[in-house]
């Protein structure tokens, strides 16, 4: 059904609105000042995202695209040990989506380049320029994503990394949240260079509101890991966009874990540009109503352009106390992506009758020697297993959480890592542990 002139109006009416709220940078070189300039123009000819949009249906935008960001009460993990503490880690810390020079580490590794977004932006000659805004503007077609034009329209800080060798140190970035009313708009570059590869982690709320890009550029033979730990503030609203261009022989793996949150909208576009390619993303998340609304949403494109090529996308939601989940997942296989293997599956396990799961797969295949399958599943808990760990003397709260557990081990192990693996399933322990104890 075709917008009315009314409705046509208040779209423009509220992206004019999140515009004129915001400003970029100055003095920076003329093709960063450009790449802003085309991204404001994408986001103008889109317009902010409404729920008549189809890939917003099951999720309202509205205090993402509204001028002013809606405050988010701060949350004292009070006792608990940072993650990623026992690992060694070149840290760079965000505090409300501004670069903490003080709490970070030196900007320096073997095999690593690093440099401040903002530092980038100012330099006429930067490999920068060959990749800001470049794969978000890609990934606006065929699926418009007009809050990833804002963010490169608008970021005002963020990191460049250059991965020229083998890292040894995984690059964490650290998103602290300590103003109830920030809106931070962060915006990172990767270039992982032939043969290359890296690893980058991060963690904390970030913002009231926080809009995240991130664009990654696997060249051929070059390998990528991503571990993401959404942070545990409540009140928090989040939109993130990692944008990824996977080349030949390259690996790229990404997982997220999102607990607590009012709302997160995670999305993942990756392009397999090169034959005999690797594409994983997986998330789990972990949503409980009894301490506010939790609303989660998965949005992945994965497009297969190459021949030979894996993709496997893998979600897992354990939902209560009246927490909605989507998932919006999307394998697209274009002509000549011969032997490709595409691999799908999102479930939700509720653990009650007021939680809600709400999933949209697609296969769209023009090849003929492929195997690409997904699925998409709702339920309880088990009962029988229920009932067999209660009668070896398992209290029933401990049961359970040993089968929520269980249950989202196929996520967790696409983590390659093995001591973030084991960092992650101990979160998700002490996160169970907890709601038996409240």
């Known amino acids: 059904m075709a917008a009315s002139a009314a409705q046509v109006q208040a779209r423009v009416d509220l992206t004019e609105a999140r515009i004129a709220a915001l400003s970029a940078p100055s003095g920076e070189a003329g093709w960063a000042v450009e790449a802003r300039r085309e991204a404001t123009a994408r986001l103008r000819a889109a317009g902010l995202p409404t729920r008549?949009?189809?890939?917003?249906?099951?999720?309202?935008?509205?205090?993402?695209?509204?001028?002013?960001?809606?405050?988010?009460?701060?949350?004292?993990?009070?006792?608990?040990?940072?993650?990623?503490?026992?690992?060694?880690?070149?840290?760079?810390?965000?505090?409300?989506?501004?670069?903490?020079?003080a709490q970070s580490d030196d900007l320096t590794g073997e095999g690593l380049e690093v440099d401040r977004l903002s530092e980038a932006l100012k330099k006429d000659i930067h490999w920068a320029r060959d990749l800001y805004g470049v794969l978000e503007t890609r990934g606006q077609d065929p699926v418009l994503r007009p809050l990833a034009a804002l963010n490169t329209a608008f970021a005002t800080d963020g990191v460049v990394i250059r991965a020229t060798g083998k890292v040894s140190k995984p690059v964490s970035f650290v998103y602290l949240h300590q103003d109830e009313s920030s809106d931070a708009i962060l915006h990172h570059l990767v270039r992982?260079?032939?043969?290359?590869?890296?690893?980058?982690?991060?963690?904390?709320?970030?913002?009231?509101?926080?809009?995240?890009?991130?664009?990654?550029?696997?060249?051929?033979?070059?390998?990528?890991?991503?571990?993401?730990?959404?942070?545990?503030?409540?009140?928090?609203?989040?939109?993130?966009?990692?944008?990824?261009?996977?080349?030949?022989?390259?690996?790229?793996?990404?997982?997220?874990?999102?607990?607590?949150?009012?709302?997160?909208?995670?999305?993942?576009?990756?392009?397999?540009?090169?034959?005999?390619?690797?594409?994983?993303?997986?998330?789990?998340?972990?949503?409980d109503g009894a301490s506010g609304a939790f609303h989660h949403d998965d949005t992945v494109f994965i497009t297969h352009d190459a021949q030979r090529c894996e993709s496997r996308q893998v979600f897992k939601k354990v939902l209560r106390n009246g927490a909605e989940g989507v998932f919006q997942g999307k394998i697209l296989v274009k002509p000549g992506a011969q032997k490709t293997d595409g691999y799908q599956i999102s479930q939700a396990l509720l653990l009650d009758e007021d939680s809600s799961f709400q999933a949209k797969p697609e296969l769209e295949i023009y090849a003929d020697d492929v195997q690409c399958s997904h699925g998409s599943t709702t339920g309880a808990l088990d009962e029988t297993a229920l009932y067999y760990l209660r009668s070896r003397g398992v209290p029933r709260a401990e049961a359970t959480d040993l089968l929520v557990l269980a249950f989202l081990a196929e996520a967790i192990e696409e983590i390659e890592d093995e001591r973030l693996r084991g960092d992650i399933h101990t979160r998700l322990e002490q996160w169970l542990e907890r709601r038996r104890q409240a």
């Open 52 to 101: 008549r949009d189809e890939y917003w249906k099951y999720t309202d935008p509205a205090t993402l695209t509204q001028a002013e960001a809606t405050r988010a009460s701060l949350f004292e993990a009070s006792g608990e040990v940072p993650l990623y503490s026992g690992i060694d880690r070149l840290k760079i810390v965000f505090v409300d989506g501004v670069f903490d020079a």
């Open 192 to 287: 992982v260079e032939p043969g290359a590869e890296v690893t980058v982690l991060e963690n904390g709320p970030a913002a009231a509101r926080f809009n995240k890009c991130m664009e990654i550029d696997v060249a051929d033979g070059g390998a990528f890991h991503h571990v993401r730990a959404q942070g545990r503030d409540h009140e928090r609203r989040a939109v993130t966009h990692m944008f990824a261009r996977v080349g030949e022989g390259a690996t790229y793996k990404s997982f997220s874990l999102t607990a607590n949150g009012v709302l997160t909208r995670n999305e993942h576009v990756i392009e397999i540009a090169g034959d005999d390619a690797v594409a994983h993303v997986a998330g789990a998340a972990m949503g």
